[in-house]
């Protein structure tokens, strides 16, 4: 799973890159609160907007945008955080997904519309709605908290396999994979199979080459079908279609 911009911007970065805390904003190369659309061969079309992280942002998190004056730039702050676990917020909601945590100040690309893994407490059903369960969670809807104009299309419960190739890259103490065909792959996600480490987790996925990073060395050669397994029982990774998505507002 890769993200390629339809549109070319001089020095944009790419989709799931991490932007460093810049010096100024000049040194950006492309100006916060971009709009672009991008295109996946497993999700297909994205439309995202290139945000500065206004605290940790963890994985496929669903996030808030918080508008702030910076008087220094003399310019309005894109922030985006974690959606708060709270009722009726009425606030535009959008999905990260760079394959790196963010850190305060660091900018990257946020999901407007589009489909995209989304970081859940539970397994959603297929053609289901979701609603905020947790901070920058989705799950189960309650009062209040129905994430309107989203809708779940693969459950949490999916399994997506690909035969390794068995090149040097899979090795005993590698930190990378080679398979024939990354798509549903994505960072986060849990990946198992012979030779491939104990708790791997996806750290990249590189289409052309084949390749997954794995946050732990591969125990010995990886041989046969890698798994990605999109649940780990405690973060559940449900691909949802949304549309500009919103959380819940005011009903009484």
């Not at 676990?85 to 519309?113: C, E, H, I, P």
């Amino acid at each position: 799973m890769t993200f390629r911009l339809d549109d070319v911007y001089i020095g944009a970065p790419a989709v799931e890159a991490v932007v460093a805390v810049p010096a100024t904003l000049a040194a950006l190369n492309i100006s916060p609160g971009e709009l672009t659309m991008a295109e996946d061969p497993a999700w297909g079309p994205g439309e995202l907007i290139f945000a500065r992280a206004g605290g940790a942002v963890p994985l496929a998190q669903i996030c808030a945008l918080i508008q702030v004056w910076d008087a220094t730039n003399l310019t309005i702050q894109q922030n985006m955080t974690p959606v708060p676990n709270t009722a009726n917020l009425g606030k535009a909601l959008y999905v990260y997904v760079g394959n790196t945590a963010l850190t305060t100040g660091q900018y990257g690309w946020f999901m407007m519309s589009g489909t995209y893994p989304v970081s859940c407490t539970a397994t959603v059903a297929a053609d289901t709605a979701l609603g905020i369960a947790a901070a920058g969670q989705g799950g189960a809807i309650t009062a209040g908290k129905q994430i309107l104009n989203a809708r779940s299309v693969i459950a949490a419960t999916q399994t997506v396999v690909s035969a390794s190739v068995g090149s040097a890259y899979s090795q005993s103490g590698a930190l990378t994979i080679q398979v024939r065909n990354t798509q549903g792959f994505f960072p986060g996600v849990y990946l198992s199979g012979t030779g491939v480490g104990a708790a791997a987790i996806c750290s990249f996925v590189d289409p052309i080459r084949g390749l997954l990073g794995t946050t732990v060395a591969n125990s010995a050669n990886v041989t046969g079908n890698v798994t990605a397994t999109y649940n780990n029982a405690t973060i559940f990774y449900n691909v949802v279609s949304m549309n500009r998505m919103f959380a819940q507002g005011q009903i009484t």
